[in-house]
Protein backbone atom coordinates (compact mmCIF):
# COMPACT_ATOMS: atom_id res chain seq x y z
CA UNK A 1 0.00 0.00 0.00
CA UNK A 2 1.38 3.52 -1.19
CA UNK A 3 1.28 6.37 1.64
CA UNK A 4 0.00 9.58 1.14
CA UNK A 5 0.89 12.54 2.97
CA UNK A 6 -2.12 14.67 4.88
CA UNK A 7 -1.81 17.63 6.34
CA UNK A 8 -4.20 20.38 7.67
CA UNK A 9 -3.77 24.39 7.63
CA UNK A 10 -3.03 24.16 11.35
CA UNK A 11 -1.99 22.51 14.72
CA UNK A 12 -4.45 22.96 17.31
CA UNK A 13 -8.24 23.94 15.85
CA UNK A 14 -9.02 27.54 14.83
CA UNK A 15 -11.87 28.39 16.81
CA UNK A 16 -14.57 28.42 13.29
CA UNK A 17 -13.49 24.29 13.31
CA UNK A 18 -15.17 23.58 16.69
CA UNK A 19 -18.63 23.16 18.69
CA UNK A 20 -17.78 26.85 19.98
CA UNK A 21 -17.25 28.37 16.68
CA UNK A 22 -19.35 28.02 13.38
CA UNK A 23 -18.58 24.10 13.41
CA UNK A 24 -17.20 24.35 9.48
CA UNK A 25 -15.01 21.06 8.10
CA UNK A 26 -11.65 22.30 7.87
CA UNK A 27 -9.81 21.42 4.63
CA UNK A 28 -7.34 18.65 4.12
CA UNK A 29 -4.22 18.86 1.99
CA UNK A 30 -3.51 15.77 0.32
CA UNK A 31 0.01 14.85 -1.50
CA UNK A 32 0.71 11.87 -3.45
CA UNK A 33 -3.14 10.78 -3.75
CA UNK A 34 -2.67 8.34 -6.91
CA UNK A 35 -6.62 6.86 -6.11
CA UNK A 36 -10.24 7.17 -7.76
CA UNK A 37 -11.66 8.30 -4.56
CA UNK A 38 -11.01 9.31 -1.14
CA UNK A 39 -12.80 8.22 2.09
CA UNK A 40 -11.78 9.92 5.37
CA UNK A 41 -13.22 10.06 8.81
CA UNK A 42 -11.34 11.70 12.39
CA UNK A 43 -11.60 10.36 15.78
CA UNK A 44 -10.81 11.51 19.06
CA UNK A 45 -9.72 8.51 21.29
CA UNK A 46 -9.63 10.58 24.10
CA UNK A 47 -13.39 9.99 25.47
CA UNK A 48 -13.62 8.17 28.21
CA UNK A 49 -17.05 6.62 27.84
CA UNK A 50 -16.05 4.45 25.12
CA UNK A 51 -12.82 3.45 23.09
CA UNK A 52 -12.68 6.36 20.54
CA UNK A 53 -15.38 8.71 19.60
CA UNK A 54 -16.45 9.82 15.50
CA UNK A 55 -17.24 13.52 14.74
CA UNK A 56 -16.88 12.94 10.69
CA UNK A 57 -16.95 10.22 8.17
CA UNK A 58 -17.20 11.17 4.60
CA UNK A 59 -16.39 9.20 1.51
CA UNK A 60 -16.84 8.93 -2.39
CA UNK A 61 -14.90 12.88 -2.65
CA UNK A 62 -13.15 13.18 -5.65
CA UNK A 63 -9.34 12.34 -5.54
CA UNK A 64 -8.20 15.65 -5.34
CA UNK A 65 -4.87 17.41 -4.04
CA UNK A 66 -6.90 19.56 -1.51
CA UNK A 67 -10.27 18.40 -0.19
CA UNK A 68 -11.70 21.98 0.58
CA UNK A 69 -13.50 23.25 4.12
CA UNK A 70 -17.07 24.03 4.56
CA UNK A 71 -18.59 20.83 3.77
CA UNK A 72 -22.04 21.11 4.95
CA UNK A 73 -23.81 18.32 7.15
CA UNK A 74 -25.96 15.81 5.31
CA UNK A 75 -26.12 12.13 4.13
CA UNK A 76 -25.21 13.71 0.54
CA UNK A 77 -23.37 16.89 -0.39
CA UNK A 78 -22.97 18.26 -3.87
CA UNK A 79 -21.05 21.70 -2.96
CA UNK A 80 -18.51 22.62 -2.32
CA UNK A 81 -17.42 19.21 -3.52
CA UNK A 82 -19.59 15.93 -4.12
CA UNK A 83 -19.76 13.22 -1.41
CA UNK A 84 -21.42 11.06 1.25
CA UNK A 85 -20.90 11.65 4.94
CA UNK A 86 -21.56 8.96 7.82
CA UNK A 87 -23.96 9.51 10.89
CA UNK A 88 -21.32 10.02 13.27
CA UNK A 89 -20.55 9.90 16.81
CA UNK A 90 -23.31 12.68 17.58
CA UNK A 91 -26.00 10.83 15.50
CA UNK A 92 -25.82 13.88 12.49
CA UNK A 93 -24.48 13.03 9.44
CA UNK A 94 -21.61 15.39 8.25
CA UNK A 95 -19.11 17.27 10.59
CA UNK A 96 -19.39 18.19 14.09
CA UNK A 97 -16.47 19.99 15.33
CA UNK A 98 -14.05 19.23 18.29
CA UNK A 99 -15.88 19.69 21.62
CA UNK A 100 -13.83 18.33 24.63
CA UNK A 101 -14.37 19.09 27.82
CA UNK A 102 -13.45 22.74 29.63
CA UNK A 103 -9.82 22.62 30.55
CA UNK A 104 -9.34 19.65 28.04
CA UNK A 105 -6.92 19.49 25.36
CA UNK A 106 -7.51 16.38 22.82
CA UNK A 107 -6.30 14.97 20.05
CA UNK A 108 -7.90 14.48 16.41
CA UNK A 109 -7.06 11.84 14.44
CA UNK A 110 -8.06 12.16 10.58
CA UNK A 111 -7.15 9.14 8.42
CA UNK A 112 -7.41 9.20 4.87
CA UNK A 113 -7.79 6.69 2.56
CA UNK A 114 -7.10 6.48 -1.12
CA UNK A 115 -9.52 3.75 -2.61
CA UNK A 116 -9.49 2.26 -6.04
CA UNK A 117 -13.03 3.49 -6.69
CA UNK A 118 -16.71 5.44 -5.17
CA UNK A 119 -18.17 3.09 -3.21
CA UNK A 120 -21.87 2.08 -3.42
CA UNK A 121 -22.77 2.84 0.21
CA UNK A 122 -25.66 5.46 0.81
CA UNK A 123 -24.91 8.37 2.73
CA UNK A 124 -26.18 8.28 6.72
CA UNK A 125 -24.73 5.01 7.03
CA UNK A 126 -22.41 4.31 10.09
CA UNK A 127 -18.78 4.39 10.40
CA UNK A 128 -18.78 0.40 10.63
CA UNK A 129 -20.59 0.21 7.40
CA UNK A 130 -17.89 2.29 5.52
CA UNK A 131 -14.89 0.07 6.78
CA UNK A 132 -16.76 -2.63 5.43
CA UNK A 133 -17.64 -1.42 2.20
CA UNK A 134 -13.78 -0.25 2.02
CA UNK A 135 -12.56 -4.13 2.14
CA UNK A 136 -10.48 -4.65 -0.66
CA UNK A 137 -10.59 -1.25 -2.20
CA UNK A 138 -7.91 0.63 -0.05
CA UNK A 139 -4.59 1.48 -2.36
CA UNK A 140 -3.61 4.37 -0.14
CA UNK A 141 -3.38 5.80 3.13
CA UNK A 142 -2.28 8.57 5.10
CA UNK A 143 -3.18 10.45 8.68
CA UNK A 144 -2.76 13.68 10.45
CA UNK A 145 -3.10 14.86 13.92
CA UNK A 146 -4.67 18.03 15.01
CA UNK A 147 -5.57 19.02 18.67
CA UNK A 148 -8.26 21.04 20.92
CA UNK A 149 -8.22 22.77 24.36
CA UNK A 150 -11.54 24.27 26.00
Known amino acids: MKSIVVSLDFLEFPLENTCEGSNTSPALHIRGLAAESVAVWVTNPFIRTCCSFTPWVVW ?8 PGGIPPGPEVGIPISCRQGTNGYGIPGYSGPCPPPGETHRYQFRVYGLDSFLDLKGGAPLF ?18 ICSR
Not at 60 to 67: K, R, S
Not at 129 to 146: N, P, R, S
Open 129 to 146: ALIDAMKGHVVQFGETVA
Open 60 to 67: NLPALEVI
